[in-house]
Each structure stands twice: as structure tokens, then as C-alpha cells.
């Protein structure tokens, strides 16, 4: 059964004072870190490495094939066509020559933006430590080695504020700890629950979930069967004193009932019904509300539902500017990237156009480029239904420098009033701010 709103309110509340009180930690499966392949698509980074080195030896797939970095490593081993060291040094080299390259997905950067004590990464990159760089957020990062194991881990939670990120397969940087096939990941199980205390994972940072009990799971694949014996490692201390939570993305199959029963019983896992996309943004949304209470619209649903169209490749830096000014909003708020696995993205345009109170087209002279704007061929029928006394708002934003002219430019709901462009002219703030207050009336005033 669907969880009821006001209960699903309450839980997003729940998690995002827990975030705020800094005792929430953050585990990020292989389905967690996203990118855009060549086709524009959101693929996990490690699915993309299977590809990479699928295509570099020629293998051939079959239809119920998929490329998992584990099932391609262990594949290309079978075969003899290459060797533990040879794959490890091309992961390595893979993660080295994309580290730049790729467009993550937002939810990684949003969830970055927040206050979690313990980041567990389990892919080898160096994607999050990236991103709180760019934030200038300080952190302690560590990887566990599973070739040359040591225990040893120095930090200390009491006295040093910083996030902790660890790395649990090994990391790119090093490439003998990469846990590639299933037969290191035989191994490495082996070693981390073994009798060895220099094998297995550091007690100091295993013992610090009796403090930090919250532990949010994104992008896990239950049916794995080492995630079983992983569990059962890390909480060997704290079995009873943690409360962990998982998400999937709406692209992922959901656990088997027999598979959540499992974890249920042993680790009290809940299984909320929301996907990984949409706890990422109403956790994000209730965790600014703690800071930001006056903005708050305390237990009530969004008022509107926001479609923004924009170049999402080209324009990324002012929707992302616009968009911090507009989440305070008592709206709910949609772009193209939710239209991926949803077909025919026109058909989804039109379907949303249906769904929405508003729409924000964010002008520049890539908007108009329809090979990575999909609604441009709408544009004229987007401006025909613009009529915000019947309750659809069509507010054009004058993003970037281009020419006004066409169905949209010739809204009188375009905004900045003054008709200057958002970005590049230093008023950035108070233009994104003008438009925000402008939408928070209207939709204040919908009936």
C-alpha cells in the first residue's frame, strides 16, 4: 500500500533533522553514482566502465547480458583474456582518464550539500571527495585494501568534525585494492570476516555507527549475494542500535519480497516506496526548510508542480544558480532529466504540460539547440496555453544573451522585467531573486 502524505512528510522531516544533526551516515551503492553515457542517458559510472572494457576486448553479449563491472571482470578472466592485474590497471586507468569528464548526476551534488557524518562509498572513484572540494567542505578519506589489508584507521570522531568518506572496495588510486571479480569478492568476504583482526574492516569506524544510527543505502542491489555477508560485518557491534533505510532509482527492479524479509529480520532495514531521485529532492527540500523555517509551508503539500525546460547540457550552471533561489518554494519541481526512461520525451512534455501550474523555459541561445532540448518543436504550442488566470503560468527566463523573438520571447510573463539576461552581468542574485518572488506569489494566490 502507498505510504499515506502526511506519514511520508513526517519521515522526510524525520531523516533530515537526523542529516542535520550530523548523525546520519551515507552509503552509496554502484547505482548511486550516476552519468551521462554518449547518448545522454543516466548509467552508473561502474556500468559504464563494464561497457569500456566490453568494447576494448570485443566481447559478445548476449540479450539477458548485462554490464556489471563484476560479471564483465570475471568474464574477461574465464576466457584467459586478461589477467587481475591487467583489469585493475584499466579500471584504474579508465576512473583516471574520465575524472573530469563525466556529467554526474545532480542528486550526488545535492547530497553533498548536506551534513553527513560518514560517507561509505562502494565504487573505487573519487567523485564525492570531487564534489566537496568544490564546496570547500573539509573531509578525511580512506579506502580499505583488500590485496594488503591494515586495520588501521586514525581518526577521531569525538574531536575532529570533518566528514569521514571510505572507500569499502578499494580505490582507483591504488589499484592492487580494487575488488574487481567474484572471485576477489570471494576473497575479500573472506578476509573481512575472518579471525584476523588486521583483515577486517577497522573496528573505529564500525563502532562509530552506535553513534551516527541512521544509515541511508542508495543504489544497493539486494539480491546480491555478498551484500548479505557485508552487512553482517559492518554491524557486527552495533547490530541492534542502527536504523537503515534503502533507496533505488526508478530505473532499478525493487528487492523480492523474500530478499526485504531477509534484511527486515536481520537488520531492520526499511524499504520506503519512494525511489532514490525523489528522496534526494524531498530530503533536500525539508533539509533547507530546517534553515530556512519562515519559507517553510509547514505539513502542506506543494502548492504547484514547476516544469523547467533548459539545455541541460549547455545551461546547467544557470538552472543550477535559478534553482537554489526557486526549492524554498511550496512547489514541486520536474525537468527533462525526469523524463529518462519515461519514452517518447515529447509525449512527456505534454503529459507534464498537463500535470503542472507552470512552466519556466530558461532562454539562452543553446535553448534553441532542439538536438538537446527536446521541447523546442513545442515551443509554440508551449506559449499558446499560457493563460495564468485559468491557472497555467508560462514565465519565460531570460537565462543567458540571445535574441527575443519567437512565441515564447513575446510573453509579457518574460522575465527579468528589465529584460536583462540572469547570468553575466553580476546581478545574478538579484535577478534569480526577482524571479523567485515573482513565482511565490502566483503560486501562493492559486485557487
Not at 552506535?210 to 559492518?234: P, S
Not at 526499511?270 to 509547514?298: G, H, I, R
Not at 528589465?418 to 526577482?434: C, F
Request: hydrophobic share 40%; proline share 6%.
Amino acid at each position: 500500500m502507498p505510504t499515506p502524505a502526511a506519514s511520508l512528510t513526517d519521515f522526510y522531516q524525520n531523516i533530515a533533522r537526523k542529516v542535520k544533526e550530523g548523525s546520519c551516515v551515507l552509503f552509496l551503492g554502484p547505482s548511486a553514482l550516476t552519468a551521462k553515457d554518449k547518448d545522454g542517458k543516466w548509467q552508473p559510472i561502474t556500468d559504464l566502465c563494464a561497457r569500456h572494457l566490453a568494447d576494448k576486448y570485443d566481447l559478445d553479449f548476449g540479450a539477458a547480458e548485462e554490464f556489471k563491472l563484476p560479471y564483465v571482470a570475471s568474464l574477461l578472466r574465464i576466457q584467459n583474456r586478461s589477467t587481475d592485474n591487467v583489469l585493475q590497471e584499466e579500471v584504474a586507468k579508465f576512473y583516471t582518464d574520465m575524472a573530469d569528464k563525466f556529467e554526474l548526476h545532480p542528486a550526488v551534488e545535492q547530497l553533498t550539500d548536506l551534513k553527513f557524518r560518514i560517507v561509505i562509498n562502494t565504487t573505487p572513484d573519487n567523485f564525492v571527495t570531487k564534489l566537496y572540494d568544490q564546496i570547500a567542505q573539509a573531509y578525511h578519506t580512506d579506502y580499505y585494501n583488500w590485496y594488503k589489508p591494515n586495520a588501521g584507521f586514525n581518526f577521531d570522531f569525538d574531536k575532529d568534525s570533518r566528514v569521514v568518506i571510505y572507500n569499502l572496495l578499494g580505490a582507483y588510486q591504488k589499484p592492487e585494492s580494487l575488488v574487481l571479480t567474484y572471485k576477489q569478492q570471494l576473497s575479500y568476504i573472506k578476509k573481512i570476516v575472518g579471525e584476523q583482526q588486521n583483515e577486517r574492516i577497522p573496528d573505529a569506524l564500525t563502532n562509530a555507527f552506535k553513534d551516527f544510527r541512521h544509515h541511508l543505502f542508495l543504489g544497493f542491489d539486494f539480491e546480491d549475494w555478498a551484500l548479505r555477508l557485508l552487512l553482517d560485518t559492518l554491524y557486527k557491534n552495533v547490530r541492534d542500535n542502527v536504523q537503515p533505510y534503502s533507496f533505488t532509482t526508478k530505473d532499478e527492479l525493487p528487492a523480492e519480497a523474500d530478499t526485504k524479509v531477509f534484511f527486515q529480520g536481520e537488520f531492520g532495514m526499511q524499504f520506503p516506496q519512494d525511489s532514490l531521485e525523489s528522496f534526494v529532492t524531498n530530503l533536500v527540500s525539508e533539509y533547507q526548510k530546517l534553515d530556512n523555517p519562515a519559507a517553510a509551508v509547514s505539513g502542506q503539500a506543494p502548492r504547484a508542480k514547476v516544469l523547467v525546460l533548459h539545455n541541460e547540457v549547455a545551461d546547467k550552471d544557470g538552472y543550477d544558480l535559478l534553482i537554489k533561489h526557486l526549492r524554498n518554494l511550496p512547489a514541486q519541481f520536474v525537468s527533462l532529466a525526469d523524463a529518462v526512461g519515461q519514452g517518447d520525451v515529447q509525449a512527456w512534455i505534454r503529459k507534464m504540460m498537463d500535470e503542472c501550474q507552470v512552466v519556466l523555459p530558461l532562454l539562452s541561445a543553446d535553448f534553441y539547440d532542439d538536438a538537446n532540448n527536446p521541447s523546442v518543436p513545442l515551443l509554440a504550442e508551449i506559449a499558446q496555453k499560457n493563460n495564468p488566470r485559468k491557472g497555467f503560468l508560462v514565465m519565460p527566463i531570460l537565462l543567458k544573451t540571445v535574441g527575443l523573438d519567437g512565441p515564447l520571447a513575446q510573453l509579457p510573463t518574460l522575465r527579468p522585467t528589465d529584460k536583462h539576461p540572469i547570468v553575466g552581468g553580476g546581478k545574478e542574485s538579484q535577478y534569480a531573486t526577482e524571479v523567485a518572488e515573482g513565482l511565490k506569489k502566483y503560486i501562493e494566490n492559486l485557487k
